[in-house]
């Protein structure tokens, strides 16, 4: 197989780093960006600002918040135990390999769909073969500055996070010399996942998290 038709074969798999939107640069896959938590505490302590809340009661409010995190882990490792009585090492090895097996099948079934979806759109747009090696050409050089910048320290989050915006903000530029607005628009709505909407974080099957504390 040469070098252009594996490319050509990998285009839908690999074309959602280089279509996410801006936005998305402070809030990147965990392998590729600052944890969300140093974006909520800005957040909190902005609105913590404009509520008038003094220090004291931010503190007492901190205080809480951690508290209700710590019975949540210690919740969890009881529960833990629980299932680990109830199942046994020769229950517990089972469970996982069957959970293994359905994410893998899961992966695959929204990966198929997922090519499906944007070979739909490449072939409505017809590409053609040399625009679709070219954007190929990015994702690679996406790649390797994304691991460029994953190793890379930083004095602050926010040094972090500019960095992150100027990376997907050049490979966006570089994405509209092939495609236009409409055209990167609808191809990022193909990479989604059925039922996340723009902007929306994936659970990966997590399910819903218990609520937090009123607290900000």
Same mark, same amino acid.
Do not use: C
């Given at each position: 197989?040469?070098?252009?038709? $594996?490319?050509?074969?990998?285009?839908?798999?690999? +074309?959602?780093? +280089?279509?996410a939107p801006l $936005?998305?640069a402070a809030h990147? @896959?965990?392998?590729?960006?600052?944890?969300?938590?140093?974006?909520?505490?800005?957040?909190?302590?902005?609105?913590?600002? !404009?509520?008038?809340?003094?220090?004291?009661?931010?503190?007492?409010?901190?205080?809480?918040?951690?508290?209700?995190?710590?019975?949540?882990?210690?919740?969890?490792?009881?529960?833990? /135990?629980?299932?680990?009585?109830?199942?046994?090492?020769?229950?517990?090895?089972?469970?996982?390999?069957?959970? /293994?097996?359905? !994410?893998?099948?899961?992966?695959?079934? !929204?990966?198929?769909? !997922?090519?499906?979806?944007?070979?739909?759109?490449?072939?409505?747009?017809?590409?053609?073969? @040399?625009?679709?090696?070219?954007l190929a050409k990015?994702?690679?050089?996406?790649?390797?500055?994304?691991?460029?910048? %994953?190793?890379?320290?930083?004095?602050?989050?926010?040094?972090?996070?500019?960095?992150?915006?100027?990376?997907?903000?050049?490979?966006?530029? @570089? +994405? $509209?010399?092939?495609?236009?607005?409409?055209?990167?628009?609808?191809?990022?709505? @193909?990479?989604?996942?059925?039922?996340?909407?723009?902007?929306?974080?994936?659970?990966?099957?997590?399910?819903? %998290?218990?609520?937090?504390?009123?607290?900000?």
């Amino acid at each position: 197989m040469t070098t252009s038709l $594996s490319r050509k074969l990998l285009m839908p798999a690999v +074309l959602a780093a +280089l279509v996410a939107p801006l $936005s998305l640069a402070a809030h990147a @896959a965990p392998d590729h960006a600052p944890h969300p938590g140093d974006h909520r505490d800005d957040i909190r302590q902005e609105v913590f600002e !404009r509520a008038g809340i003094d220090q004291q009661t931010r503190d007492e409010l901190k205080e809480a918040r951690e508290a209700y995190h710590q019975s949540m882990d210690e919740l969890r490792t009881e529960h833990r /135990q629980q299932v680990d009585e109830i199942l046994g090492d020769d229950g517990k090895a089972a469970l996982e390999k069957a959970k /293994q097996q359905v !994410r893998e099948e899961h992966h695959a079934e !929204r990966q198929q769909a !997922r090519e499906a979806r944007v070979k739909a759109l490449f072939d409505e747009w017809e590409l053609s073969d @040399a625009t679709r090696d070219a954007l190929a050409k990015q994702h690679d050089e996406f790649r390797t500055q994304a691991k460029a910048l %994953k190793a890379q320290e930083f004095e602050g989050p926010e040094e972090r996070r500019e960095a992150w915006k100027d990376l997907f903000q050049s490979h966006h530029e @570089a +994405l $509209s010399e092939y495609l236009n607005d409409e055209q990167m628009k609808a191809l990022g709505n @193909a990479m989604r996942p059925e039922g996340h909407g723009p902007g929306r974080p994936h659970d990966h099957g997590h399910g819903p %998290k218990p609520p937090e504390p009123m607290d900000g």
